[in-house]
């Protein structure tokens, strides 16, 4: 199993796969460019908190931008909220095509995977005390997945909720990673409790394009749809690698 830490300005991607890829660093590298270019014809598309109304006829639109497009639609979000779940999707289909049979691409906590064997991802979700002891088990699939989590209380993105952690099971990463940041929004009240409601009431509205949610704050937990099974892990091992244990 080769493990590879790639670092290209603000993607920092975790990668478990069961193959060497010398070109992975320059796909990588080129996705970006070609999303840094489309923004600077296009600096809306960068800096919309809502999904963004491309001029029909438009030439020249980057795969990587029609996804984050499309997923921003889908969660009523903007688009740059699936920036890392689509780099991290993207990355997976390119080791795919390339033979492999087992793939984990981490950006940021933003999960792409494809495994043909089961697995124990941790979860993080800051200062709560679920943070580190419970994780997913994650069945070997034929089919890619998405694991994205957003907070409004640890990492640079933008949240208007104070989620912990709200962690979205997807078919693709970029849908996940734009409905996380939905939901996470709405994830806000005085009560903990009520938070978690309330972020699964939004949950439901996006419940067509997703497998389940589990949402966290403080000490209150939700889960909406089907997610994989919970288990116990160790806090130390988690916060040290968190996309295989």
């Known amino acids: 199993m080769i493990r590879q830490q790639i670092s290209i300005g603000e993607t920092h991607i975790n990668l478990s796969t069961d193959k060497e890829y010398s070109d992975i660093y320059s796909f990588i590298l080129k996705e970006r460019w070609k999303l840094i270019n489309y923004i600077k014809r296009n600096p809306d598309f960068k800096n919309s908190l809502e999904p963004v109304i491309r001029e029909p006829g438009e030439f020249e639109v980057p795969l990587i931008v029609k996804m984050m497009e499309r997923a921003s639609k889908k969660a009523e979000v903007g688009p740059m ?107 806000k009240d005085e009560s903990d409790s009520d938070a978690v409601q309330n972020g699964l009431l939004k949950a439901d509205d996006h419940k067509e394009y997703m497998k389940g949610v589990l949402i966290i704050v403080g000490e209150s937990a939700g889960t909406l749809g089907k997610i994989p099974s919970l288990i116990q892990t160790d806090k130390k091992r988690v916060l040290g690698d968190l996309f295989e244990i």
């Open 81 to 187: 909220a699936a920036v890392a779940g689509t780099i991290a999707e993207l990355t997976l289909h390119y080791l795919l095509k390339k033979g492999s049979k087992y793939s984990i691409v981490d950006n940021g906590g933003d999960i792409a995977i494809k495994t043909n064997k089961k697995i124990i991802t941790g979860l993080y979700a800051g200062a709560s005390s679920l943070s580190g002891k419970i994780g997913f088990e994650i069945k070997s699939s034929p089919r890619p997945q998405g694991i994205c989590t957003s907070s409004g209380t640890i990492g640079h993105s933008i949240s208007f909720g104070r989620a912990d952690s709200v962690t979205v099971f997807a078919d693709q990463a970029s849908i996940a990673d734009a409905i996380a940041t939905s939901i996470a929004n709405e994830v």
